[in-house]
């Protein structure tokens, strides 16, 4: 073996030893990347006013519209900040169940308000067993289906106590002490 020939043995193995490309495009990328989470902190903590939140009202501020309040405003007395001896004195601190209206009569010295007009009470709802299996029934009634066991509430805002079984026929009972036999 010659010189030649080992030198030319040397260059093959450099040329097959060599990292591909793709390699070294990765690794930039990540040397990059940890050189900007490196330095990214710093240049924050540097400059926080690129990064701070805006103040809310950035020192402006807002006018409301003018309403006109009420004809009447009464202010306790107890609310006034500038109260002399006199004011003092006439504040009652007892405290009691009669509270001036606006119109300043007691509740006690205003006409009554007139009654609302006389409206039936809403119909309870009515619904109908129509099956029991397995501690269960499915009820019906004018929104739907509805499968309930015992404790669940039903309809009319009862509860299903229990059922029974009477001359072979299922019957639910309620909290109520309703009872509803299956159709």
Wanted: avoid cysteine; proline fraction near 8%.
């Amino acid at each position: 073996m010659t010189d030649f020939d080992a030198d030319e043995i040397v260059r093959q193995r450099r040329r097959e030893a060599k990292t591909p490309l793709i390699d070294r495009i990765l690794g930039a990328v990540g040397l990059a990347m940890a050189a900007f989470a490196t330095f990214l902190p710093w240049y924050v903590y540097l400059h926080p006013e690129k990064f701070s939140m805006p103040s809310l009202w950035q020192g402006t501020t807002r006018d409301l519209p003018e309403r006109t309040g009420p004809a009447v405003v009464s202010v306790s007395p107890l609310a006034m900040t500038d109260m002399d001896d006199e004011t003092a004195a006439a504040v009652d601190r007892l405290t009691t169940a009669t509270v001036p209206g606006l119109d300043g009569k007691p509740a006690e010295a205003r006409e009554e308000a007139p009654a609302g007009p006389n409206q039936p009470f809403p119909a309870v709802p009515r619904f109908k067993l129509m099956h029991v299996a397995k501690g269960r029934a499915l009820i019906e009634d004018a929104s739907g289906m509805y499968i309930v066991r015992v404790g669940s509430v039903l309809p009319d805002n009862s509860r299903l106590a229990t059922f029974e079984e009477r001359g072979g026929r299922w019957v639910m009972i309620t909290s109520k002490g309703e009872v509803y036999q299956d159709k």
